[in-house]
């Protein structure tokens, strides 16, 4: 089964630049998350999403961001305008609600490494 | 709010060699425990989970960890490590069930050495 899919693996980019980053989460799965690692704050929670609606977005740092999850396999995260503080790695990850009461294994892909000049 | 803190950045130490890595999250009513394995240019992976039950949990490539709810401690131990263990851990706490709202600590680099 392939894992949860994260395009492009690496973005650079000028400050100002739109900046849109995909995921496809594990077919089946119903949350998504999106994550931010920085060596200064770790790794931050932006949004997550279930059956493709946005749960809780306190985690996005500003109005320069946002996610969108238009069906259950894409996702998109969009940084407009781009700033050099905004450099990270990103990740996405998916899980499954399995009837029981979670919380459930998330599984992450293997992120986006963003750099804004 | 739930916070999870990890003491240790960094822990180097030698291949074969037992190897402890602390974890300590703030107290509340109900908790529920992860860790997480980041390999080199990887995402994240669950290395084990406690949610109830015994509170000593094994995981995957022999790691295990000991819910310890009066010192809210969740240590990870290993008794031999090997090279490929050298990767950096995470532990995360999720302060209810049906939600998947994880809180993640800041991680420990552990360094395996031949």
């Known amino acids: 089964d392939a894992g949860v899919i994260q395009s492009p693996r690496h973005e650079v980019t000028e400050m100002g630049q739109e900046v849109t980053l995909r995921c496809k989460p594990i077919?089946?799965?119903?949350?998504l998350f999106w994550y931010r690692q920085t060596m200064m704050r770790g790794l931050e929670l932006l949004i997550y999403f279930n059956n493709n609606v946005p749960i809780d977005d306190s985690g996005m740092p500003e109005d320069r961001f946002s996610a969108k999850m238009p069906n259950a396999s894409f996702s998109t995260l969009k940084i407009q305008p781009s700033e050099p503080r905004d450099s990270a790695v990103y990740f996405c990850?998916?899980?499954?609600?399995?009837?029981?009461?979670?919380?459930?294994?998330?599984?992450f892909g293997p992120g986006t490494r963003l750099t804004v000049l | 709010a739930q916070s999870v803190t990890q003491l240790d950045s960094q822990v180097p130490v030698f291949e074969e060699a037992p190897v402890e890595l602390r974890c300590n999250y703030s107290s509340s009513v109900s908790v529920y425990l992860f860790w997480y394995v980041q390999y080199p240019n990887q995402g994240l992976q669950l290395l084990l989970k406690?949610?109830?039950?015994?509170?000593l949990v094994k995981g995957i490539n022999g790691f295990e960890a000991e819910f310890n709810k009066s010192q809210t401690s969740f240590h990870l131990r290993k008794p031999s490590v090997h090279i490929s263990d050298t990767a950096e851990y995470f532990c995360a706490v999720s302060d209810q069930l049906g939600t998947d709202k994880l809180i993640f600590g800041t991680g420990t680099r552990l360094q395996v050495f031949p």
């Open positions: 077919s089946g799965h119903d949350y």
């Open positions: 990850a998916s899980s499954l609600f399995d009837g029981i009461g979670g919380p459930y294994e998330q599984f």
């Open positions: 406690y949610l109830s039950g015994s509170t």
